[in-house]
C-alpha cells in the first residue's frame, strides 16, 4: 500500500544510514515530501527526498536556521543518537554530556524549533501533526549492560515524549517514541566488529547480540521504519504518548 504519507511534509534527522535512513526512505515511499538531514550529507543520496543536507542536530543556530527555512510540517523524526558503551564507571562526564547532547537535548531542540510550526500546519489542513522519537527497549523499560548513560538517555526521550504529548494533545499535535530492540545498522555492525576484538571473532560477537534475541534474530531497519510510517499518517490520529516496543520480545 503505498501513499499513505500524501501530502505531508515531514522531517528526518541522522537519514544518512541506518534507521534514520530507513524512515526517510519509506516516507518517500508513501508519498510524503522528506527534507533528510544528517551529520554527513554525502550519505543522503536518494533522489526521492525533496531537500537532502548536512545538519548537525547538536548545533542550536543550525537547528533553528533549518527550520525557519522548512516552514510548516506535519511530521518530525528525531533518530540521531549515539551508543556510548560501558558501565558508570566508564562514564565521566564528557561521556554523560555528549551522550545527552546528542541523544535527548537535540530533540528538544528541534522539537523547540518545529513545534509552532507544526501547530500551525495541523490548525491549517485540520489533520494531526506527528513527532516521532527515536528511543531503545534500553531505557527505562529495560536495563542493558554496558549501556549506562545511554539508557539513561533513552529513558529521558520517554519521558520528554510523554510531557510534550500531554501538553499538546488538544492541539492535534501527537508525540510517540520508538523503543526498538538490536537492529542491523552501520554502527551495530561497527560495534560488533568491535567486541569481535575483545572476544575472539565477529561470529562470536554476534552471537552474544543473537543470544539475547528471544526470536533469534536482529530486526532490519525497514521494520522500525514501517512503524514510523504508521505513526506520521493519519491511521494513527489517536496515537499520543506512547512507547511502539519493536524488539522480537527482548523486553519480555
Ligand atoms: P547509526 O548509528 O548507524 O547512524 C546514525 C546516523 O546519525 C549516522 O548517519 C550519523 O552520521 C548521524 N549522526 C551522528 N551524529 C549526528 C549529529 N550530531 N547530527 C546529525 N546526524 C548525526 O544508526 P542506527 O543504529 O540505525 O541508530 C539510529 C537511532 O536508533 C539512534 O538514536 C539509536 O540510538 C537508535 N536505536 C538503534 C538501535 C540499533 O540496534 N541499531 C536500537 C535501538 C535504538
Known amino acids: 500500500?503505498?501513499?499513505?504519507?500524501?501530502?505531508?511534509?515531514?522531517?528526518?534527522?541522522?537519514?544518512?544510514?541506518?534507521?534514520?535512513r530507513a524512515i526517510a526512505d519509506r516516507f518517500a515511499e508513501e508519498g510524503a515530501q522528506v527534507w533528510a538531514s544528517d551529520l554527513d550529507a554525502a550519505k543522503l543520496d536518494n533522489p526521492a527526498f525533496a531537500d537532502a543536507r548536512a545538519l548537525d542536530v547538536t548545533d542550536t543556530g543550525a537547528v533553528d536556521a533549518y527550520a525557519g527555512e522548512v516552514g510548516q510540517i506535519d511530521v518530525l523524526a528525531n533518530v540521531a543518537g549515539f551508543v556510548h558503551h560501558g558501565t558508570i564507571l566508564d562514564c565521566d562526564e564528557k561521556h554523560w554530556d555528549f551522550s545527552f547532547d546528542l541523544n535527548v537535548k537535540s530533540m528538544h531542540r528541534t522539537m523547540r524549533a518545529f513545534v509552532?510550526?507544526?501547530?500551525?500546519?495541523?490548525?491549517?489542513?485540520?489533520?494531526?501533526?506527528?513527532?516521532?522519537?527515536?528511543?531503545?527497549?534500553?531505557?527505562?523499560?529495560k536495563g542493558a549492560p554496558n549501556r549506562y548513560v545511554y539508557g539513561a538517555t533513552k529513558a529521558a526521550i520517554i519521558g520528554m515524549t510523554k510531557a510534550v504529548a500531554v501538553d499538546f494533545a488538544a492541539r492535534q499535535l501527537r508525540c510517540n517514541a520508538i523503543c526498538p530492540g538490536t537492529v542491523d545498522s552501520p554502527s551495530l555492525q561497527q560495534r560488533m566488529t568491535e567486541l569481535g576484538k575483545k572476544v575472539g571473532s565477529y561470529d562470536e560477537a554476534f552471537d552474544s547480540f543473537l543470544k539475547r534475541q528471544p526470536m533469534g534474530r536482529i530486526a532490519e531497519p525497514r521494520e522500525i521504519a514501517d512503524m514510523a510510517v504508521y505513526l506520521a499518517s493519519d491511521e494513527a490520529a489517536f496515537v499520543t504518548g506512547t512507547t511502539m516496543v519493536i524488539d522480537g520480545g527482548w523486553t519480555l
Open 1 to 20: 500500500m503505498a501513499g499513505r504519507l500524501e501530502g505531508k511534509i515531514a522531517v528526518v534527522t541522522a537519514a544518512g544510514q541506518g534507521i534514520g
Open 116 to 141: 509552532p510550526a507544526m501547530l500551525h500546519r495541523a490548525k491549517n489542513t485540520g489533520g494531526t501533526a506527528s513527532i516521532i522519537n527515536m528511543s531503545s527497549g534500553a531505557s527505562s523499560l
